[in-house]
């Protein structure tokens, strides 16, 4: 569920669906000769992120317009240019549809300068926006146990994503009636974006003794190869006529991301058949880059507006045969500098392990804050509340 306060009114979207998280098949090697005791091989498929949500947004602004902010861009561009198709999209497509006029002043024109055609009427401001997809990833793991008190694996990781997404903005006069007869706008935008990356992960466990195991893992830096392809369109709408003008790419826009390297340390301990686990993480969301010509001031940005996060993750176990109990909280960082967007989780979970087979049920309570920009530089305070219900089931061969 994702809540959206403005100008006070509050709107909660909700949305609810079934997936599957993962699935994977190990293989074991035995080894009984040699102090490698097992290799396992695995593949492997994660799902890492979904993006289906819808995000609503309504109120009475009594101050300002999103044609305001428009007539802002615009200021500097003479009505030739424009006329030309010259400009950025926005200008473009509000000159095309009558949203904006050059200013006269004393029936002289004012070239470079524009007004709103809407009246300063309070406007009734709405947004809906919903994206659907998701990251998944393809794993190749190999690990091995030495001696049975250092435990070493490796994994080649393909993510994959897909993302859509489809907003549309409305803006209409409180009052009806208005000299110029514009009475409502439509702002629209679509973006698709598709991409594949390579990954790899290496990670180590040494047992200490026969309750207390430590560990280490290091994750670089994801190469994604992404398309993306983008339109949008704005319609006014008069009293005797409807306007619509759309722009967008020519042909899908290609580029390359790297994402930060990941780090992270991690201990377990066993009190009797209580098992307590912690982890934590290290991510400097700064050293993320396009890795593309004329991103440069893209890259600045990246490295000026986030920061390096912590995350920490703590669990508990408790066997009660053949049950198994579980509890957890995990808490991630903010990546922006300015901004405290962290998350918490809250996990509880239980199962039943008899050895040939394992199943599990577990609810997870994810919460945290987040911010959206309507048109104008105040934002809009957002709450992201998300219940999960998993279910594992596992075979052993």
Wanted: charged residues 15%; negative net charge; hydrophobic residues 35%.
């Amino acid at each position: 569920a994702t809540k959206s306060y403005y100008n006070g009114n509050n709107l909660s979207a909700y949305k609810s669906e079934l997936s599957i998280a993962n699935l994977g098949l190990v293989f074991t090697i035995a080894q009984n000769n040699s102090d490698w005791k097992r290799i396992n091989l695995g593949i492997g498929w994660n799902q890492l992120a979904n993006y289906n949500n819808t995000l609503e947004i309504e109120g009475i602004n009594t101050q300002s317009s999103i044609v305001d902010r428009i007539v802002e861009l615009t200021n500097g561009t003479l009505t030739s240019e424009l006329t030309n198709g010259e400009g950025n999209y926005y200008s473009q497509m509000a000159w095309n549809t009558y949203l904006i006029d050059p200013l006269f002043n004393n029936n002289i024109l004012v070239d470079g300068e524009y007004v709103s055609n809407f009246s300063s009427n309070s406007k009734s401001q709405s947004k809906v926006t919903t994206s659907i997809g998701g990251m998944n990833e393809f794993v190749f793991s190999i690990g091995g146990s030495y001696q049975e008190k250092l435990y070493i694996g490796a994994t080649i990781g393909i993510p994959t994503f897909d993302y859509y997404e489809y907003s549309e903005y409305t803006e209409h006069d409180e009052i009806s009636d208005t000299s110029n007869n514009l009475r409502k706008m439509l702002f629209s935008e679509e973006i698709s974006t598709y991409g594949t990356g390579y990954n790899l992960k290496v990670g180590a466990i040494y047992r200490l003794s026969e309750q207390i195991k430590i560990g280490g893992a290091l994750h670089t830096p994801t190469f994604f190869s992404i398309e993306e392809d983008y339109n949008t369109s704005i319609t006014t709408f008069f009293k005797d006529s409807t306007l619509d003008y759309s722009m967008g790419y020519l042909t899908p826009f290609n580029y390359n991301l790297i994402t930060p390297l990941k780090a992270s340390i991690s201990a377990s301990t066993i009190f009797n058949n209580l098992l307590i686990s912690g982890e934590y993480e290290l991510i400097d969301y700064s050293t993320a880059e396009y890795f593309t010509a004329d991103f440069e001031n893209e890259n600045a940005t990246i490295a000026s507006i986030y920061q390096r996060t912590e995350n920490i993750k703590l669990g508990a176990e408790m066997t009660i045969k053949p049950f198994v109990l579980r509890a957890g909280y995990s808490k991630y960082g903010s990546a922006f500098v300015a901004k405290d967007f962290s998350r918490e989780n809250f996990s509880y979970g239980i199962g039943i392990n008899n050895g040939a087979y394992f199943i599990d049920v577990a609810y997870v309570l994810s919460q945290g804050a987040n911010e959206h920009l309507l048109y104008s530089e105040t934002p809009i305070s957002l709450v992201n509340t998300n219940h999960s219900l998993l279910f594992t089931l596992g075979f052993r061969y």
